[in-house]
DNA sequence: AAATATCGCAACCGCCGCCCT
DNA sequence: GAGGGCGGCGGTTGCGATATT
């Protein structure tokens, strides 16, 4: 890079180049006062030649305290490799789901270790396997969707006959019935008889293990909170 | 042992979006 | 609403270290 900025030397007014243990130290001691932020102002604040954006970057990707050092483990890599199958070139979202990562660390790994020639292989897999997810998870929804659509129908029809109706159970109540049954128990609507008064209950007509809310291989990974954007194009 | 290629990383640039005036 | 400043992001560059020929 010398050849092209001039490494060390002041470029409009601003050093450039590696940074010195006198600036980092100067710019640690500046956050440690005044936290982060506010990086145009840290050359006025402490006479370091470096411009604001170059003081940013070296505390993230440098001297923040919580960085993790050392090589990507490959348990870290297997997370690279999914969420860039999700993601794409994000590198700052795909940091946040490693702690003690930046966004350059990632970039800079995916490059050297992915970019260039091995990996495609473990790359489409990943692709593939995220894909096949978002289909399925995609049926899923359409299944519920049709569902609710069908119960809703029903409830219409009970409403329509209600004056002949002897109980009149609520939707959510029919989709909770439902679940029960697939658990394996008999469940009693609860009905709202003539007359005012309730029955409600539900008995074991047999049962297991209950691990509909079992984490999958995928989920694992990082918070599924977010598969809300799963239409996004990759 | 010397020359060359590749890797790993730090740091820069340009662009974009947000916020304030 | 327009314009400017600032911070954040992704892409790129180049140096030093290490591996290979």
Not at 10 to 35: F, I, N, S
Not at 166 to 184: F, Y
Not at 193 to 222: H, P, T
Request: glycine share 10%.
């Amino acid at each position: 890079m010398d050849g092209h900025y001039g490494w060390g030397v002041l470029a409009a007014g601003w050093r450039k180049g590696p940074w010195t243990p006198q600036e980092d130290k100067l710019l640690m001691e500046h956050v440690k006062l005044h936290g982060e932020g506010r990086w145009n102002s840290i050359s006025r604040l402490t006479g370091l030649k470096r411009s604001g954006k170059s003081c940013r970057l070296r505390w993230v990707n440098y001297l923040r305290p919580d960085l993790k050092r050392g090589k990507i483990t490959p348990h870290e890599e297997a997370i690279i490799i999914e969420l860039h199958a999700k993601w794409g070139n994000r590198w700052s979202t795909i940091a946040k789901s490693l702690p003690g990562r930046t966004d350059n660390e990632i970039k800079n790994y995916w490059r050297t270790h992915f970019k260039r020639q091995k990996s495609t292989k473990n790359v489409e897999e990943a692709r593939a396997r995220f894909l096949r997810q978002q289909r399925e998870l995609k049926q899923q929804q359409q299944q519920q969707q049709q569902q609710q659509q069908h119960l809703q129908e029903q409830l219409l029809l009970l409403e329509r006959n209600a004056k002949d109706v002897v109980c009149m159970p609520r939707i959510e109540e029919m989709l909770w019935a439902q679940e029960v049954q697939e658990m394996g128990y008999t469940y009693n609507l609860p009905c709202v008889l003539q007359g005012g008064e309730f029955s409600v209950g539900w008995s074991a007509a047999g049962g297991g293990e209950d691990d509909r809310w079992s984490e999958g291989e995928w989920g694992g990974l990082w918070n599924m909170d977010d598969l809300g954007v799963l239409g996004m194009g990759i």
